[in-house]
Nanobody, 122 residues
Framework: QVQLVESGGGLVQAGGSLTLSCAAS????????MGWYSQAPGKQRELVAA???????NYADSVKGRFTISRDNAKNTVYLQMNSLKPEDTAVYYC????????????????WGKGTLVTVSS
């Protein structure tokens, strides 16, 4: 069992930046891949970015060039640096972790955080 706790959400103006953090604890030796997802009101949860234990990353087209995912293995923490934020980025952002990258990509990870709200005002 892996516990994930997100932080860093808040209210920001369009064009601004935020950095989300996700601290992992528990059976972290099982974690190979981690991801950030967004869920806007009335919409499905979508993968925003993913990163593997070796540092390979992938991003949704909507955030490429604006968001950066990174991880600090010593701190068991994954980050999502969000720049040039747009009102359409407003959502609850969830962190997730799994042994398998394909489960992260398929939005079927074994472990979810409770989410942190990001609101981008126009």
């Amino acid at each position: 069992q892996v516990q994930l706790v997100e932080s860093g959400g808040g209210l920001v103006q369009a064009g601004g930046s935020l950095t989300l953090s996700c601290a992992a604890s528990g059976s972290i030796f099982d974690i190979h891949a981690m991801g950030w997802y967004s869920q806007a009101p009335g919409k499905q949860r979508e993968l925003v970015a993913a990163i593997t234990s070796s540092g390979s990353t992938n991003y949704a087209d909507s955030v490429k060039g604006r968001f950066t995912i990174s991880r600090d293995n010593a701190k068991n923490t994954v980050y999502l640096q969000m720049n040039s934020l747009k009102p359409e980025d407003t959502a609850v952002y969830y962190c997730a972790a799994d042994r398998r990258l394909d489960r992260i990509v398929a939005s079927l990870p074994a472990n979810w955080g409770k989410g942190t709200l990001v609101t981008v005002s126009s």
